[in-house]
């Protein structure tokens, strides 16, 4: 088995030797039990630098926002995902990458890039319609658990990750984050997860 050899400041080493100690290993199993476990977290490709600043203001702009873009175009069908529903404020959409299943984005109808951007009675109707989006998730997909995020660091148009997790996923007591290759599925489970999703949304309105 291939080895590599780390320099470590005395700080960090003997931070590492305590904690190694406590899970009774030594500092070498440690490290690579955890550098293991913590994998796909590393493999990701994570940009280190934020966007030229122009790019940047284009898109808080919304000048050359790709959410504005595919809300205008109104596919049903596009590279983020497939169309669930409009809501009050909002457009779900079941994402294209099902590294989670019933993973899933409710986007803004209206370009801001905070929430705290929308009137107060837009950020009530935009939270209603996440609520009833994550029960439908929950009624199809029977998470055991839900995750919103409301990040918009690398897109500034407002929109919620609602990722369900469930037991045994790969980052327990962590955000989870997509695989480097993206975890696709056929057309048809597509349509039937959008076909679902409708239904608790249609029966939760009656
Ligand atoms: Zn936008």
């Known amino acids: 088995?291939?080895?590599?050899?780390?320099?470590?400041?005395?700080?960090?080493f003997s931070k590492l030797q305590m904690a190694a100690a406590l899970a009774g290993m030594d500092i070498e199993s440690f490290l690579a039990t955890k550098i293991h476990q913590h994998s796909?977290?590393?493999?990701r490709d994570v940009p280190k630098q934020w966007m030229p600043r122009e790019q940047w203001d284009a898109l808080v702009t919304g000048e050359t926002c790709p959410i504005c873009i595919s809300l205008r175009a109104g596919e049903y069908i596009d590279e983020y995902?497939?169309?669930?529903?409009?809501?009050?404020?909002?457009?779900?959409?079941?994402?294209?990458?099902?590294f989670t299943p019933g993973y899933c984005v409710l986007i803004a109808k209206t370009h801001v890039s905070e929430i705290y951007h929308l009137s107060q009675e837009d950020q009530r109707r935009y939270f209603e319609d996440m609520m009833w989006a994550a029960r439908a998730i929950d009624r199809v997909f029977h998470p055991l658990k839900m995750n919103f995020e409301i990040l918009g660091n690398a897109l500034p148009h407002l929109h919620c990750h609602m990722k369900p997790r469930?037991?045994?996923?790969?980052?327990?007591?962590?955000?989870?984050?997509?695989?480097?290759?993206?975890h696709l599925l056929s057309a048809e489970a597509y349509e039937n997860g959008v076909r679902l999703l409708r239904e608790a949304l249609d029966e939760m309105s009656r």
């Open 166 to 182: 469930y037991y045994g996923d790969a980052a327990p007591s962590q955000p989870l984050y997509p695989e480097q290759e993206a």
């Open 1 to 12: 088995m291939p080895e590599v050899t780390l320099p470590l400041d005395d700080e960090l």
């Open 81 to 98: 995902g497939y169309t669930v529903a409009d809501l009050q404020v909002s457009r779900l959409r079941l994402n294209s990458d099902q």
């Open 40 to 43: 796909a977290q590393l493999l």
